[in-house]
């Protein structure tokens, strides 16, 4: 069978519909800016999972029109400014609503009190590489220095942290400490449990989490946090 790459790639496609799509393109995405001017976000990192959705239905309203010849644009128009009713309808009912608020956009999340994980049914609701390497970017080298971490409905993380001289020993999150967890303690000290982050004193050998049952462990960190 001979491949055809004309029709891979090209098929009937002309001059002429190559403008047409560029122009498409132009208007539809031109639109996208718009409504996303008209709701008032000023980035991404502010959406929450409700506009989330919202920006997705859009992409999908707009896709279409912008390389089909025969789907016209003015029905795209028509669902964005139905979409942007529905918006401007919703987000006004939340702010007169807190349970209507907390259907659309969730509640904060704590992830960190007390310098150990909060754990709901024995589980996290977060994922540990995302949160550690937040974490690092803003100077901490292990959660002895957190006071309290909380996920923001936006996905934006907020952190509270203890003075220097209240710091305690924690679990550590640089890459290189946290890889040397094993299910073995090596030795007496103070470890971490890397399931839940309590830290404990150990004489040595294989052993259980006395919070949450984890099996692996880590040299506890108590050094400040990196201004």
């Known amino acids: 069978m001979e491949l055809d790459f004309r ?3 090209a098929q009937d496609f002309s001059l002429a519909f190559g403008v047409e799509v560029l122009l498409r393109t132009l208007v539809m995405f031109s639109v996208i800016l718009l409504f996303l001017r008209l709701s008032g976000k000023k980035g991404v990192r502010q959406l929450t999972l409700f506009e989330v959705a919202i920006v997705i239905g859009l992409g999908s309203a707009a896709g279409d029109p912008m390389s089909n010849k025969d789907q016209p644009i003015l029905p795209a128009l028509v669902v964005f400014l139905t979409i942007l009713g529905f918006y401007r309808l919703v987000t006004w009912l939340a702010s007169r609503s807190e349970w209507m608020e907390r259907l659309l956009e969730g509640s904060p999340l704590y992830v ?3 310098g150990v994980f909060v754990r709901r049914d024995g589980e996290h609701d977060f994922g540990k590489d995302e949160f550690f390497a937040e974490m690092r970017q803003q100077g901490v080298s292990h959660l002895g220095q957190l006071r309290t971490a909380i996920l923001e409905t936006n996905g934006a993380l907020s952190c509270y ?3 220097d001289d209240e710091v305690r020993p924690g679990l550590p ?3 290189k400490e946290y890889e040397r967890k094993s299910r073995t303690v090596p030795g007496p000290g103070r470890y ?3 399931c ?3 830290t404990f004193e150990l004489p040595g050998g294989a052993t259980l989490c006395r919070q949450c ?3 692996e462990w880590v040299a506890a960190l108590d050094g400040t946090r990196t201004p």
């Open 196 to 198: 839940c982050a309590h």
């Open 112 to 114: 960190v009190e007390d």
């Open 7 to 9: 029709d891979i790639f």
């Open 161 to 163: 942290f203890y003075p």
């Open 192 to 194: 971490a449990c890397t």
């Open 173 to 175: 999150i640089l890459p």
């Open 213 to 215: 049952g984890g099996e």
